[in-house]
Nanobody, 128 residues
Framework: QVQLVESGGGSVQAGGSLRLSCAAS????????MSWFRQTPGKEREGVAQ????????YYVDSVKGRFTISQDNAKNTLYLQMNGLKPEDTAVYFC?????????????????????WGQGTQVTVSS
């Protein structure tokens, strides 16, 4: 089993920045694809960014390209999402998720149902 714990959410004004963290523990050798999703009430969970560990390949949804950066600290088993230039439409509960993928493309294209492990979520609120 793998446990994921997010932190770093909060409330900021538009244009501000936040950094989310996701600490992984347990059988971390079972995962090589880690992602950030977000969800607002009444909407499906949306993939925001993915990181495929072999080669540190990263992928982003168009709406966050150039503003968000996904990264990892292997020594700390922690995944990050640096969010700059935040907009009110970025307001959501953000989740980290992890799975084993056989390639970067499978990591980038994975749906929420493909992920085996999820964190509890952290709220991000951006005011105008």
């Amino acid at each position: 089993q793998v446990q994921l714990v997010e932190s770093g959410g909060g409330s900021v004004q538009a244009g501000g920045s936040l950094r989310l963290s996701c600490a992984a523990s347990g059988s971390t050798g079972r995962i090589n694809c880690m992602s950030w999703f977000r969800q607002t009430p009444g909407k499906e969970r949306e993939g925001v960014a993915q990181l495929y560990a072999p080669g540190d390949m990263t992928y982003y949804v168009d709406s966050v390209k150039g503003r968000f950066t996904i990264s990892q600290d292997n020594a700390k088993n922690t995944l990050y999402l640096q969010m700059n230039g935040l907009k009110p439409e970025d307001t959501a509960v953000y989740f980290c998720a992890a799975r084993w993928a056989i390639g970067g493309g499978f990591c980038a294209g994975a749906r929420p149902s493909d992920y085996d492990y999820w964190g509890q979520g952290t709220q991000v609120t951006v005011s105008s």
